[in-house]
């Protein structure tokens, strides 16, 4: 795949650097270039944080991204910091359940999901994360869905393996979002 | 080919640690580079080594210290604040000629500074950092690769010359995570009569010490040692070179600061600014030779660095200041940016350094 730029930003606990992994895991096995890069500064203690990642078929150079081409912003102060920065033709995801607020940009993709809600209604509080997920692999079909649980798998460590299953209905519920 | 596999850039320096020998690690955990230490205290044990968290960084140092002088792949590591805490003991073990590996994922500095990262400390493990007429070998990984390869280089440059490797990354390398491969590492076996093993009462006492109290005997040991710093300038600098062929003017950066740079050089390329790259990857020895013959072809210098520009003395030095040298920085934790450096390009072709 050409060279994507992915911005993924929200709270500390929000599962922000989870699904970043998740993210690069896929391109990992998928024979691509890839690069993860979280911010690990005081943010990380319950304000925000973010992570760069980047997929690509050739050599990744900086690993720091600056125009994304997609962001996933899961609370509203990511969206208006990162909002204007996205490449035209650049895909947005929004979790439409913490965030109010509208993008007015007109050149690029919006995709508004309740991840929030949706995974507290499902129990799986803590996986809105991978419910966006799920979705952005949707829309980006040179991810494809397949393989992911095997990703899921080598994300999930051997003593929380029950999480492997809600993590798949996670990702399959943003899959199967309209 | 041997499987890819994620890892974060510190620990792939402690994982090739341990494919390099390295039986001992003294540490004392400072952010951005605790992940060696978690990755040490969880693999050690198992191999049947050591792992130890001392009380501070000086304590750790001077393990490194008794370690290496039993003659053991020993290191340490740190973040800049920690590694100033360390200078002593670098100074000794430079003194004393024997082997350590010290790594420092570099933050913003002076002082305590920040955790975010830097590349303001070239001058102390260049020049210094520590007392006395001393070198280090210093490698600057660009990549998580490069971590894990520089390291078990470190190694072996630290054995075949008897002192101190120093791997000089920096917070964005250590945190980042990128897909790297584990050949078998090319480990180099010296021997090492110095060492203090126990002489079984078959040989005389080994002595390792950094005291020489006749000025005369001082004298001749620090002339040694520069014998052998001279022969590690001629034989040991790294460095990459990326289109630099046609180049009118080379951007030198090392480490994040040198994949920042590629990226500007191929958007200049790409609006027909023939500029290209010299990424040095020894910062000690300096790649003076690459300097040198850049400067009787460009027009003139970038020197791209995440400080307030302490490389860029190095290329001055080495230009001999033939070509005017620009230098294109943030420092403090922030990182420049592919725009900032293209901006600087730019200036660069139009005569503004």
Known sequence: MKTTQILIAGFGGQGILFAGKFLAYKGLTEDLQVSWLPSYGPEMRGGTANCNVILSDTPVGSPIITTPDVLVAMNLPSLQKYVDTVAPGGQIYVDSALIEEKVTRTDVDVFYIPATQMAKSQGIATLANMIIMGHLLENNPELSFEGTEEVVKKLVPPKKAALVELNIKALTLGKEYK | ?353
Request: glycine content about 8%; overall charge negative; proline content about 5%.
């Open chain 2, 1 to 353: 080919m041997a499987e890819r596999v994620l890892m974060k850039g510190n620990e792939a320096i402690a994982e090739a640690a341990i494919r390099a020998g390295c039986k001992h690690y003294f540490g004392y955990p400072i952010t951005p580079q605790t992940e060696i230490a978690a990755y040490m205290a969880k693999k050690m044990p198992k191999i049947g080594g050591v792992f130890l968290q001392a009380e501070s960084e000086i304590a750790s140092i001077n393990m490194v210290y008794g370690a290496a002088a039993a003659g053991v792949r020993v290191m340490t590591s740190s973040s800049s604040p920690g590694i100033s805490l360390k200078a002593e003991g670098l100074s000794y073990i430079a003194g004393s000629d024997i082997p350590a590996l010290v790594v420092n994922v570099q933050r913003g500095g002076p002082g305590l500074g920040g955790i975010q990262p830097s590349q303001s400390d070239y001058f102390q493990a260049t020049k210094g950092g520590g007392h006395g007429d001393y070198r280090m070998i210093v490698l600057a990984p660009a990549s998580v690769q490069e971590m894990a390869s520089l390291t078990i280089k470190g190694f072996n440059l630290a054995d075949k010359y008897q002192m101190t490797s120093m791997i000089l990354a920096d917070g964005t390398i250590g945190q980042m995570m990128e897909p790297i491969t584990f050949e078998d590492a090319e480990i180099e076996n010296y021997e090492k009569p110095w060492a203090l093993t126990g002489t079984n009462c078959e040989r005389k006492h080994n002595i390792v010490n950094s005291l020489y109290l006749k000025p005369e005997e001082l004298e001749v040991k620090n002339f040694e040692r520069y014998e052998k710093y001279k022969a590690i300038e001629e034989n040991e600098a790294m460095w990459e070179e990326y289109m630099m062929e046609d180049a009118k003017y080379c951007v030198v950066a090392f480490g994040i600061a040198a994949r920042v740079a590629k990226n500007a050089v191929v958007a200049a390329r790409n609006e027909g600014i023939k500029v290209g790259l010299i990424r040095p990857i020894t910062l000690w020895p300096f790649p003076q030779k690459a300097i040198k013959e850049a400067a009787d072809k460009v027009n003139g210098f970038i020197s791209v660095e995440l400080s307030m520009g302490q490389m860029i003395e190095d290329i001055r030095l080495y230009t001999e200041s033939k070509k005017p040298v620009a230098l294109c920085n943030r420092c403090g934790g922030m990182i420049v940016s592919p725009d900032e450096v293209l901006q600087s390009i730019k200036n660069a072709e139009k005569g503004v350094f």
